[in-house]
């Protein structure tokens, strides 16, 4: 530091890392060649900033169609955490630590930041600083031109000590009212200290909600009937004041309390009110990215299949589930079907498998065993047979060469037989709506060749 010379002044410059707040009280001092500093000059400042927000997430996997919440948390409880669903600019989809997601579909990126102060435009409308006059209670209105929420007031006050401020209110004008204490409402009693005359002092009173148009009366009066607050005698001139937002035009000094007028008298002091949606609060941290993994697992145990009685399939699940649940109450992750532990017919098996998040799948497969051989799939070159499904009628068509000889079976899936035919032309019609519905197996055979076909009656 260079040293000052008498009568000259100069400008000392220190930096404060404040990104994270702080508190401090910087004292600054003069000194001398003097060994004495306690009459050195000093002055103190207080140094107070709300530091800036940060925001920490958490990544989630759910099952697929499951609610589930996206948390994420401030590093103040007094901070608002914001939703949103893209990294710049796009559409807020809700508040708080958590997001609720419902029955989501597919993975996606929800995107947060964490807002520190309110979240709506805070503005103030000062009259003057000037007062002529000394007195007790002033009255005056306030215009809204647009919405806003009127939330504390400051006016400047003549007495020291610790005094109350008493504030009544109304819903229009306080001209015509100023000696009818019934068309008023107490607005709230708010004490202050007050270290110097002339001090301006905040009041702070319940929120008070206007619209476009509305006039808010306000009455103001020192506790202590011997008490003053300041304002300006404009010498008969009416004065106003205004912004976009509202407008207080001159009021009216008055006696303690309800007592005698003095117009026109211009309040000294600030109306303090908010309005609007502000999503950036006083400031925000960066916007962070968070993850929601959507699972569906899938269990596949293939087509279904019809075997013959000697036969046997092993149904495997190779998901890596953590746990299974067969049909027959078994839960490992395969299963053995054979006529050992199924029966003779259709068999209708399914599994249920739970992963280590709880998503579950299922799958179901019908395995079929019957006596009969050579079961092929009835799309062949040599004949047709459909409708398949059926609602009962089944037509039989045949090459020149199968149309003699061909015996016709139809057996139930208990391997039944309930139809023996000879076919003696090259198309037969087979009439099964006397049967319940359900699988059928139609068997064409001759010395030389047999064929069988699985139909479905429905």
Same mark, same amino acid.
């Given at each position: 530091?260079?040293? /000052?010379? %008498? ?28 060994? *004495? ?5 000093? #002055? ?46 796009? #559409? ?25 102060? *309110? ?13 002529? &006059? ?9 215009? %809204? ?14 007495? &020291? ?48 909600? $206007? ?14 009937? @011997? ?11 009416? &004065? ?8 207080? %035009?001159?009021?009216?000094?008055? @006696? ?25 609060? !006083?400031?925000? @941290? ?17 087509? =279904? ?11 495997? !699940? ?13 839960? +490992? ?24 998040? +709880? ?5 179901? /497969?019908?395995?079929?065993?019957? *006596?009969?051989?050579?079961?092929? =799939? ?65 068997? $064409? ?14």
């Amino acid at each position: 530091l260079q040293k /000052i010379n %008498a009568c000259t002044s100069d400008t000392v410059s220190i930096i404060i890392n404040s990104y994270n707040g702080v508190n401090l009280n910087v004292r600054s001092f003069l000194t001398s060649l003097e060994i *004495n500093n306690t009459n050195d000059t000093t #002055n103190t400042v207080n140094l107070y900033t709300k530091g800036h927000p940060n925001i920490f997430s958490n990544n989630d996997t759910t099952c697929f169609g499951a609610n589930t919440f996206l948390t994420a948390n401030g590093i103040s409880s007094s901070d608002t955490t914001i939703w949103y669903d893209s990294l710049i600019n796009g #559409n807020i989809l809700g508040y708080g630590d958590t997001l609720l997601l419902n029955n989501p579909t597919s993975s996606q990126t929800y995107f947060c930041e964490s807002v520190r102060g *309110n979240l709506f435009f805070e503005e103030t409308l000062f009259t003057t600083t000037n007062t002529t &006059t000394n007195w007790n209670g002033i009255m005056f209105d306030i215009l %809204a031109l647009d919405t806003i929420t009127v939330d504390s007031l400051m006016i400047k006050i003549n007495t &020291t000590g610790q005094q109350g401020v008493v504030s009544y209110k109304r819903t229009g004008s306080h001209f015509g009212n100023e000696m009818n204490s019934s068309v008023w409402t107490l607005w709230g009693i708010d004490t202050v200290q007050v270290n110097n005359i002339g001090d301006f002092k905040a009041l702070n009173y319940s929120d008070e909600l $206007l619209y476009p148009n509305d006039t808010l009366g306000i009455y103001l009066h020192m506790q202590n009937s @011997s008490a003053q607050l300041s304002y300006q005698n404009t010498g008969g001139s009416n &004065t106003t004041y205004s912004n976009n937002k509202i407008e207080i %035009a001159s009021g009216t000094g008055i @006696s303690y309390t309800y007592g005698t007028t003095y117009y026109p008298r211009n309040f000294s002091g600030e109306v303090f009110y908010h309005h609007g949606f502000n999503p950036s609060g !006083e400031c925000t @941290s960066d916007r962070i990215p968070v993850n929601i993994e959507v699972l569906n697992p899938v269990i596949n145990l293939g087509s =279904d299949t019809i075997l013959n009685l000697s036969q046997s399939i092993l149904l495997s !699940e190779n998901s890596n589930f953590n746990s299974y649940l067969w049909s027959n109450n078994s839960n +490992g992750s395969q299963l053995l079907v054979d006529t050992s532990n199924f029966n003779i017919g259709n068999n209708n098996i399914w599994v249920e498998g739970i992963n280590s998040f +709880g998503c579950i799948a299922n799958d179901t /497969i019908d395995v079929t065993f019957s *006596n009969l051989t050579n079961i092929e =799939d009835f799309s062949l070159q040599n004949l047709k047979i459909f409708p398949n499904p059926t609602n009962g009628i089944i037509n039989i068509e045949f090459e020149n060469k199968y149309s003699k000889n061909i015996n016709i079976q139809v057996f139930n899936i208990y391997g039944k037989v309930i139809l023996n035919e000879k076919n003696k032309s090259q198309k037969i019609t087979i009439n099964l709506k006397s049967y319940t519905n359900g699988i059928y197996f139609v068997k $064409l055979y001759n010395e030389n060749d047999n064929k069988t076909f699985k139909i479905i009656k429905e």
